[in-house]
């Protein structure tokens, strides 16, 4: 899987709203209504990254989900990232 430019990352964007390119990496953050509504989206989403054999790093305190994503093997943004992020606008949408 290859590393993404940064101009191919910005090209991406276009299509994933809420999603920023920072630090190497893709990060995006959702407020839901409480805990419960966190975790449920949470747990669809692991489903999706078990499929993918690609994971978040993410934080959830409460009602708030930060998430971001990176290719550690390839240490950038690669195209599993952006197929994940893709996934993850569609579950919370
Ligand atoms: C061995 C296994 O395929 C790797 O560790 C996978 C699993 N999930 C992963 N998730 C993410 N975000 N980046 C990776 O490089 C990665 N690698």
């Known amino acids: 899987m290859k590393k993404l ?3 191919e990352i ?3 964007l276009q299509s994933l709203p809420g999603w920023e390119y920072a630090d190497n990496a893709l990060h ?3 407020e839901f209504e409480n805990f419960k ?3 449920t989206i949470m747990t669809r989403i ?3 990254a078990e499929k993918l054999d690609h994971h978040p790093d993410w934080s959830n305190v409460y ?3 930060h998430i971001s994503l990176y290719t ?3 240490d950038g943004v690669t195209e599993k990232d952006i197929a994940l992020a893709k996934i993850i606008n569609d579950l919370v949408s």
């Open 5 to 7: 430019s940064e101009a």
């Open 10 to 12: 910005q090209d991406e």
């Open 28 to 30: 995006t953050g959702f």
């Open 37 to 39: 509504e966190a975790f």
């Open 46 to 48: 692991a489903f999706e």
């Open 63 to 65: 009602n708030q989900l």
């Open 72 to 74: 550690h093997t390839e």
